[in-house]
Each structure stands twice: as C-alpha cells, then as structure tokens.
C-alpha cells in the first residue's frame, strides 16, 4: 500500500508534504505532486502537512478521487523509479487526465 495525492493538489503545489518525507518519495510533475507507489514506506509524514488535505493512505482515498491511485501510478509509468525525487527534480509532465483538466484556481 502508499499514499496517494489527490485532486486537491492540482495546479496547487504547495510541497509541505516534500519537506516532510523522509524518503524523497513525493515528485513534482507539472501541475501537482505524486507519491511513488513503490518507494513510500507508508509513513504517513505527508498527510497532516497538506494545506488542502490531498493526501490519503490508498485504501481511504475518497470514491469522488478514486481515480488518483491510478493517476499517481500513471505519472511513474515512463519515469520508473529514479530512486527519490530530488534526483531529478521537477519533471515536465503529468497523465492525461490531469492535463485534461482545465486549470484550478485555489484561493490564498
């Protein structure tokens, strides 16, 4: 199991949980932030820190963001598994899903 971001985070990237993980498992695409499903330990250091409350253990992912367990899968899918984040920083891209999205305006 891991962690999962969820639509909240869209075109919000706030990066609190980044700071927080302690294994540099939450990478930066485009328009949000993904936890890699392989190299989280499940720690749960991300959760409390999100500002907008996008980030659920997988098995609690609210039904209307279902979709996000995949989505997060998704944006490794040609990336693999670099083996932390600040590896490769941010990364130009995101699933199509989330690139089909028109853009979120959150409030300050």
């Given at each position: 199991?891991?962690?999962?971001?969820?639509?909240p985070c869209v075109d919000l990237l706030d990066r609190a949980c980044i700071d927080e993980c302690p294994v540099?498992?939450?990478y930066e695409g485009s328009r949000m932030l993904y936890?890699?499903?392989d190299e989280c330990v499940d720690c749960g250091a991300c959760e409390p820190v999100c500002p907008v409350?996008?980030?659920y253990y997988e098995d609690d992912v609210p039904q209307?963001?279902?979709s996000y367990s995949s989505v997060n899968?998704?944006?490794f899918a040609t990336l693999g598994s670099p083996g932390g984040a600040s590896r490769v920083g941010p990364v130009p891209q995101d699933p199509a899903q989330?690139?089909?999205m028109p853009k979120v305006e959150?409030?300050?």
């Open positions: 199991m891991t962690y999962v971001i969820a639509e540099d498992c939450i936890i890699h499903p409350e996008a980030i209307q963001w279902a899968a998704d944006f989330i690139v089909a959150h409030e300050d």
